[in-house]
Structures are given as C-alpha cells and as structure tokens.
C-alpha cells in the first residue's frame, strides 16, 4: 500500500502554484507517484480506477498551462477528476475519497474553489462551460475555460447540441477530447469508428506539409501547383481526414496527440490557449495505464469496490442485477421478441450474460438514455417486447421521451430501473429516489417493486408475458432477501394481520419493517405494486387509525402521498404518516449511513411505529 507521506512530489503540491514550480523533469516521477497512491486509495474505497489513471499526465499538464485560480476546468460526468482533486490540495486526504464527511468521487463545488461545476452524469462539459463564459462575457471576467470530455460521452446528443452553439457563435472554448476507446461499456456507434479513423491518419497532416513544400520549389509553376493542390487538398480531406467533424462545426481540430505525453500536451494546450476560437484537442489515451489489472480489463476498473491492490481480485457478487438478467435471459429462451437495450451500462445493469447469449437482440446505444427510451417505443410499436435495462439516476434523462413517445401511446416497453433508492458512496448524483414521484404522474405507467428476488424475477415475467402497456420494476443496488412469494404480483402482501395501526412497506424496506414490527402488535403489508395499489387492501386499511408507509424514494409525491390521497378520497380518517427520503441533499457515505439521515434505519421506524401507537390513546 502506498500511503501519502510515502508520496515525496505529490505531498508537496498543496496548489496548483505549487505544480507549476515543480522542475518538468520531475513530472514523470509525479505521474508514477500519482498512479501508485490512486491504486492504493481506491483498492480500499472503492470508486473510479481506470479512467483516472488514464489522465494523469494530461491532467498534469493541464494544471501546468492553465490557471485554475481564474480558469475554469469543467469536467465531464466527473469520473476522471481524482487527478485532479490530488494537484488540488485534497491529497492529504484522499483516503477518506467517497466516505461520509470526505473527499466526494465526482466534483463538487462545495469541496473546493478549483471544482468549477458539479457533475455526475455524462455529457454535460460542454454546456456548462458555455453557460460560464457567456456570463463572463456579460460581467466582464477574462479568462479561459476548458470542457474535459471523453469520447463515451460523444455518444450523448446533449454534447452535440452545445458543440453546434460553440462553433455557430465561434466561442473561443477549448475542448479536451479524452478519446480512451472506452465509456463504461465498450463504445458502440458511429462517434467510435470517426474517432478511429481520426487515430489511423495521423500521418495525413506531416505528408501535407512535406508535399506542399514540395510542390513549391518547382520552377515557374511551383505556387500554382501549391495552390491548386490546397483546392484539391479540401477536396480530398472529406475522404481521407476525418476531423472535418469538427472543423464543419466550427472548431480549430488539434490532434491526435499522445495523452501521456506530458511535453506534447502542454505544447498543444499552449497553442490552443492563445487561440481566440473554438479548439478541440484529440487526445489519445489508455484507460487503466500503469496499472496492469486495469489496463487488462478497464470495464471491471470502472467502477469498482474494494480490491486486492497487489492482485487486482475482488470479491464477486450476485446481486439484483444478476437476478434481473438471469430471468430476461430466461425469458428470451422461450419467447424470441424479447430484446434488451442499454445506454452503455451492460455490465452495470447485469446483461453482459444477454448480450453473450442472444447477441442479435441486444443493443447498446451508448451515453443516449433518450434514444433508447424512444428506440424501445418504436420496437414496441413493431410488435418486439423490449427490455430496456438502466440506473434509476440516468432513467430521468429520458423523461420527456417516457412521456411523449412511451406512456401516451400506452407502449408495453419494460423499464428495469437499477439503483433504484439510495445508493450509498456515489452520493447525491446517483441516488435513484425521484423515479416513483414521477413516473406516478405518467399515464398508463405500472410501477412495481419487488422486496425479494423471487418478487423481482415474478414482477418481470408479468411485465414481459401478460402486461400490456408501460411497466418500470424498480430494485435496489445490492441484493434482495430471498423470502418465498404468496398471492400475485398486483395484490399487496399481508405479512402481518390488520390492526389499528399498521405498515406499508415497498421494495427494500419491506425487510426493514419486518424487523422493526417483529414484536410489535401492528399490521404489517407488502406493496409490491405501487401502482396500480391494491384497492382491496386500502379499502381495509382506511378503517385503521394509522397508517405508516415506507419507501426509499423522495416522500414529496412519492408512494406514501398517493396512499394518504387515497384514504383522502374515501373520506377516511385515517392518518397517514410517511417514511422517506426528505426532499434535501442526501450526500456520500454507507447506504445504512443514509437510511439513518432519512429516518429508515429497523430502529428509526420502530420508533415512528409506537409513536402511531402510543397517538391512539391521546
């Protein structure tokens, strides 16, 4: 293990002054410093490994060039920031990276001045940076800002949108292309094989010059010849050179360059950095560099938990993931109009095994959560059953599209919602707590969530074999209890008898409440459909004095407002006393850390239980 007072170049770097003192030819021991502290950090935190360690020497560089204390460096889903978070002054403290009250994995502006822009989810960069100087050009403020951007999120639309307005109004934005070949899944599409092309003609711009000179010495007609090749130059370019991408954009392309080339970095990003126009800077990288079980499997390094630093084993899990897509895969063996969608997160949503068995019915369509929710409503439409597999955090980006094309043509496309409730270390940006609220408000939407694996794998047979319009299964990053399943999938579960006060629980926190009312003389329910609810059931439980819901999602419009709006309806007077996560922040830290903030811990809701008791005889 490498700890910080081991680190004789890095403990000195409290500010990006201090790394711009640094003598260059120091830089490389700096690098290896750097790489050798990320390995040991993250093998005991967990977090993004092999992206950062494919831009050490280009986040070097750019901490060399530009200066953070006015510049601005905004960064990109933010999973390549620990680099910088370290040449920040936060190196010190890097052990505590993603543990309550630490260092955050993505960057936050609260942390520290040199975090310009939050971010968490990917194609942003561009956008931001933009907003930042458009409001510098109104108040006055000189300065540079650069958009850190790798080529997995190029496959999101939102990045091409701010693209076309930077060139349109010829900003003077320098964007750094971090091209790794690699988002989180392997890149798919037509931005992956530009950006390959782009790789293979490095030597297009040197044979250029060489032949131009050329041409130039012959006698008499040697500038006509120079000339007319220049037409014929940018004639050709459309075939050969494929970083007219950018420049019909509007942009100056610079590149390819070597991304672990500290000198050839800060010579490119000198010139761009005197440009008064739109810049893209190609850098080609590794992701996982230095690290030999990163550089061989750099989707495993991803996003990773806790690691044998030496070896790079880590401990396998199964979880609702797995379970997830062991019983899709099982349902694509008997019925052949199953297909599965994801936006770059096979191995995160568990359909690595899909896309192995049944390659010709999966599709990957990258970082486009939009498309993807509306490429499934046209195969529903077309008569396919799609599954589109994805995190509860990224499935708001598609809402408009879950609106528009899904829900008001009541299209059966099946939503496994991943990382559903709160997700623990990855903090604020990935918490999966607002899919409830509002696919509540959609129309024809079914909501389910299962509280076991034999729930979770009964909810999706349902969704695939018998519903017929828009349904979302939401489960929980982890594992569900394995616990038998009575009654059907739209009927509540009563898991303890009617009484005067009892318990609504969803999803994960039904096992919570089981615990917490084990000796309690409450009535005890299992909503494992959210919506439609069990009209039967609450037609019973408007007879109680209280009714306590439970879920992991915001209480504002979530699960336990529309059951009070239902006793509400049936003119009850029943009081309805819901348990949630409270419509604040709710940052890093354990995901039992989290439910003790929100008052969801066995003890907390035993708690709120006897409280609703004790209210009966006041």
Same mark, same amino acid.
């Given at each position: 293990?490498?700890?910080?007072?081991?680190?004789r170049?890095?403990?000195?770097?409290?500010?990006?002054?201090?790394?711009?003192?640094?003598?260059?030819?120091?830089?490389?021991?700096?690098?290896?410093?750097?790489?050798?502290?990320?390995?040991?950090?993250?093998?005991?935190?967990?977090g993004?490994?092999?992206?950062?360690?494919? /831009?050490?020497?280009?986040?070097?560089?750019?901490?060399?060039?530009? !200066?953070?204390?006015?510049?601005?460096?905004?960064? !990109?889903? @933010?999973?390549?920031?620990?680099?910088?978070?370290?040449?920040?002054?936060?190196?010190?403290?890097?052990?505590?990276?993603?543990?309550?009250?630490?260092?955050?994995?993505?960057?936050?502006?609260q942390?520290?001045?040199y975090?310009?822009?939050?971010t968490?989810?990917?194609?942003?960069?561009?956008?931001?940076?933009?907003?930042?100087?458009?409001?510098?050009?109104?108040?006055?403020?000189?300065?540079?800002?650069?958009?850190?951007?790798?080529?997995?999120?190029?496959? @999101?639309?939102?990045?091409?949108?701010?693209?076309?307005?930077?060139?349109?109004?010829?900003?003077?934005?320098?964007?750094?292309?971090?091209?790794?070949?690699?988002?989180?899944?392997?890149?798919v599409?037509?931005?992956?094989?530009?950006?390959?092309?782009?790789?293979?003609?490095?030597?297009?711009?040197?044979?250029?010059?060489?032949?131009?000179?050329?041409?130039?010495?012959?006698?008499?007609?040697?500038?006509?010849?120079?000339?007319?090749?220049?037409?014929?130059?940018?004639?050709?370019?459309?075939?050969?050179?494929?970083?007219?991408?950018?420049?019909?954009?509007?942009?100056?392309?610079?590149?390819?360059?070597?991304?672990?080339?500290?000198?050839?970095?800060?010579?490119?990003?000198?010139?761009?950095?005197?440009?008064?126009?739109?810049?893209?800077?190609?850098?080609?990288?590794?992701?996982?560099?230095?690290?030999?079980?990163?550089?061989?499997?750099?989707?495993?390094?991803?996003?990773?938990?806790?690691?044998?630093?030496?070896?790079?084993?880590?401990?396998?899990?199964?979880?609702?993931?797995? /379970?997830?897509? *062991?019983?899709?895969?099982?349902?694509?063996?008997?019925?052949?109009?199953?297909?599965?969608?994801?936006?770059?997160?096979?191995?995160?949503?568990?359909?690595?095994?899909?896309?192995?068995?049944?390659?010709?019915?999966?599709?990957?369509?990258?970082?486009?959560e939009?498309?993807?929710?509306?490429?499934?409503?046209?195969?529903?439409?077309?008569?396919?059953?799609?599954?589109?597999?994805?995190?509860?955090?990224?499935?708001?980006?598609?809402?408009d599209?879950?609106?528009?094309?899904?829900?008001?043509?009541?299209?059966?496309?099946?939503?496994?919602?991943?990382?559903?409730?709160?997700?623990?270390?990855?903090?604020?940006?990935?918490?999966?707590?607002?899919?409830?609220?509002?696919?509540?408000?959609?129309?024809?939407?079914?909501?389910?969530?299962?509280?076991?694996?034999a729930?979770?794998?009964?909810?999706?047979?349902?969704?695939?074999?018998?519903?017929?319009?828009?349904?979302?299964?939401?489960?929980?990053?982890?594992?569900?209890?394995?616990?038998?399943?009575?009654?059907?999938?739209?009927?509540?579960?009563?898991?303890?008898?009617?009484r005067?006060?009892?318990?609504?629980?969803t999803?994960?926190?039904?096992?919570?409440?089981?615990?917490a009312?084990?000796?309690?003389?409450?009535?005890?329910?299992?909503?494992?459909?959210?919506?439609?609810?069990?009209e039967?059931?609450?037609?019973k439980?408007?007879?109680?004095?209280?009714?306590?819901?439970?879920? *992991?999602?915001?209480?504002? !419009?979530?699960?336990?407002?529309?059951?009070?709006?239902?006793?509400? @309806?049936?003119?009850?007077?029943?009081?309805? /006393?819901?348990? @949630?996560?409270?419509?604040?922040?709710?940052?890093?830290?354990?995901?039992?850390?989290?439910?003790?903030?929100?008052?969801?811990?066995?003890?907390?809701?035993?708690?709120?239980?006897?409280?609703?008791m004790?209210?009966?005889?006041?």
């Amino acid at each position: 293990m490498t700890e910080y007072s081991e680190l004789r170049l890095l403990k000195g770097i409290r500010s990006p002054e201090d790394l711009r003192r640094l003598p260059k030819e120091e830089l490389p021991e700096l690098a290896d410093e750097i790489r050798r502290y990320l390995v040991s950090t993250v093998s005991r935190t967990g977090g993004h490994l092999a992206s950062n360690l494919g /831009v050490v020497e280009m986040t070097i560089a750019l901490h060399r060039v530009f !200066d953070l204390d006015t510049d601005r460096l905004i960064f !990109d889903v @933010g999973h390549q920031s620990y680099v910088h978070k370290l040449l920040t002054g936060r190196a010190e403290n890097f052990s505590t990276l993603r543990r309550r009250g630490g260092i955050a994995g993505f960057p936050k502006t609260q942390e520290s001045v040199y975090d310009a822009f939050n971010t968490g989810h990917s194609s942003t960069s561009i956008s931001a940076a933009i907003g930042i100087m458009r409001a510098d050009a109104i108040k006055g403020v000189d300065r540079r800002v650069i958009a850190l951007i790798g080529d997995g999120a190029l496959t @999101g639309g939102m990045a091409y949108e701010a693209l076309d307005d930077v060139g349109q109004q010829k900003l003077p934005l320098i964007v750094v292309l971090n091209d790794n070949e690699m988002s989180i899944s392997d890149n798919v599409g037509g931005m992956s094989r530009h950006l390959a092309k782009m790789r293979s003609a490095r030597g297009y711009r040197s044979f250029k010059r060489r032949f131009s000179k050329l041409l130039k010495h012959i006698p008499l007609i040697g500038g006509w010849l120079s000339d007319r090749f220049e037409g014929l130059k940018n004639r050709i370019k459309y075939f050969i050179l494929p970083n007219v991408l950018f420049e019909e954009l509007g942009f100056t392309y610079l590149g390819p360059i070597n991304g672990h080339d500290i000198d050839s970095m800060t010579e490119v990003l000198e010139h761009a950095k005197q440009m008064d126009k739109p810049v893209v800077i190609h850098a080609i990288t590794k992701k996982g560099k230095g690290y030999a079980p990163a550089e061989k499997d750099p989707e495993k390094f991803h996003g990773i938990g806790r690691f044998d630093a030496e070896t790079g084993e880590t401990k396998k899990t199964f979880g609702n993931s797995s /379970v997830f897509s *062991d019983e899709l895969c099982r349902l694509a063996e008997r019925d052949k109009d199953v297909v599965a969608i994801t936006a770059a997160m096979a191995s995160g949503t568990g359909l690595d095994s899909f896309r192995e068995r049944f390659p010709d019915r999966f599709f990957d369509v990258g970082i486009a959560e939009q498309h993807a929710v509306t490429m499934a409503a046209g195969m529903a439409i077309a008569g396919v059953k799609p599954v589109f597999c994805v995190y509860s955090s990224f499935l708001q980006r598609g809402f408009d599209q879950l609106v528009h094309d899904v829900c008001l043509q009541g299209l059966k496309v099946v939503f496994g919602v991943d990382r559903a409730g709160l997700v623990g270390a990855d903090g604020e940006t990935h918490h999966g707590i607002y899919d409830i609220s509002y696919l509540m408000t959609l129309p024809n939407m079914k909501i389910l969530s299962p509280s076991s694996t034999a729930e979770l794998r009964a909810c999706l047979d349902w969704a695939v074999l018998e519903n017929d319009s828009p349904c979302a299964i939401r489960y929980n990053r982890g594992v569900l209890p394995e616990r038998e399943m009575t009654g059907d999938v739209l009927s509540w579960e009563c898991i303890k008898p009617f009484r005067s006060v009892c318990v609504i629980a969803t999803g994960r926190m039904v096992d919570t409440a089981i615990r917490a009312c084990a000796d309690l003389n409450v009535g005890l329910y299992n909503a494992r459909s959210i919506r439609p609810m069990d009209e039967a059931a609450l037609e019973k439980l408007s007879h109680a004095h209280y009714v306590i819901t439970v879920e *992991d999602g915001v209480v504002n !419009d979530g699960f336990g407002s529309q059951v009070a709006a239902y006793m509400s @309806g049936l003119g009850s007077g029943t009081k309805v /006393v819901s348990a @949630g996560v409270p419509n604040t922040v709710i940052e890093q830290g354990t995901v039992d850390e989290q439910d003790c903030d929100c008052g969801l811990t066995e003890a907390q809701l035993k708690e709120t239980v006897m409280s609703c008791m004790g209210g009966i005889y006041v």
